[in-house]
């Protein structure tokens, strides 16, 4: 029976590495991202692949990534590469490995392949079976009318995570700046059905759900703006390309201090009217807002967020001295 995954690694940033690139992938340790992925896929020349899975399985087992969640990205399952990407990346560096990260999902299969794969590499390994685990990207339309299934393919998957540039380019879409609305479309956000499905499907199975990148990686206000909207509908974390969107992402997806700290009171507080002492209320005030169950769901999403990122809490919630 696999493990079962660990769904709440903190991932506010997720900082693609190119695996060609051993000064990147050397840098890249020293930076503040909750995540990393080294990746074989698009930011790798074909004729680099090779070299590439050799520099990520040395990245990997020379250590030296505090408490990141480690991650490669493979190839998809359409190419000739994906076996041998999963193959030389776990038997070469299995235990120093989070997950995988399998891009352009678009069927179920996809990831019950990789999960059989990753399962006989562990056994016979001598690695732990299923605790790698798998984010699933979300590329095209076929994906993203497969999701439900996709997200519940397999125990291993952790993350379900938007491709907006393979995306946009699949479905033909008018426009070549990731992230930012197509031309022409002025009536709302052209990516709310497809953040919104991602979301829901993450919901729905205790999946995380992420944001995919921004490349305009000089525009720090702009890739700001992009990670409000999605942070602002749940999302837990976002891509980052460069340096300078790190800081910006570890930010946007963790709660504001204030709200952390009126999370952190509302769950006292509600603990404390429900209890014995407090009359085994349902309902109470704190302040001038009445707070129940919901608010105390509410409140748990908030507070588990910002001690996820590691906040303080700069409160302290008292009875009624009354
Ligand atoms: C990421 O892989 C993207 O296609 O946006
Ligand atoms: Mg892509």
Redesign the pocket.
């Given at each position: 029976m696999p493990a079962a995954p660990k769904t709440i690694r903190p991932r506010r940033s997720c900082l693609a590495v190119p695996g060609s690139n051993p000064r990147f992938l050397e840098k890249a340790k020293g930076l503040d991202a909750d995540q990393v992925f080294l990746d074989l896929?698009?930011a790798c020349a074909p004729l680099a692949k090779p070299g590439a899975r050799k520099n990520i399985v040395a990245a990997l087992n020379e250590g030296g990534w505090g408490e990141k969640v480690r991650v490669v990205?493979v190839n998809d399952w359409t190419t000739k590469w994906t076996y041998q990407d999963v193959i030389e990346v776990v038997e070469g560096a299995g235990s120093n490995l989070d997950a995988i990260m399998l891009?352009k999902v678009q069927t179920p299969e996809h990831v019950v392949a990789l999960d059989l794969l990753l399962t006989q590499i562990e056994t016979e390994h001598g690695l732990e079976v299923g605790r790698i685990g798998i984010e699933a990207?979300i590329?095209n339309a076929l994906g993203l009318i497969n999701i439900d299934a996709i997200a519940k393919a397999s125990p291993r998957v952790e993350t379900l995570?938007?491709?907006?540039?393979?995306?946009?380019?699949s479905i033909n879409m008018k426009s070549l700046v990731?992230g930012e609305q197509p031309p022409g479309y002025d009536v709302g956000d052209a990516y709310h059905h497809i953040l919104m499905s991602i979301l829901m499907a993450a919901r729905a199975h205790d999946k995380q759900a992420i944001d995919?990148?921004y490349l305009q990686i000089r525009d720090v206000d702009g890739f700001r703006r992009v990670a409000d909207r999605s942070a602002a509908l749940g999302f837990d974390g976002k891509?980052v390309l460069h340096p300078d969107q790190v800081a910006a992402a570890n930010e946007v997806f963790s709660p504001r201090q204030e709200d952390y700290d009126h999370a952190e009171d509302i769950l006292d507080a509600y603990d404390w009217h429900t209890s014995e002492a407090g009359g085994a209320k349902g309902s109470a005030m704190i302040g001038d807002e009445m707070i129940d169950e919901a608010s105390r769901k509410m409140a748990l999403v908030i507070s588990g967020k910002g001690r996820a990122a590691g906040m303080q809490r700069t409160t302290t919630w008292e009875p009624p001295t009354e």
């Open positions: 896929e698009d990205r891009p990207q590329e995570i938007f491709g907006p540039a393979d995306f946009m380019a990731v995919g990148p891509w």
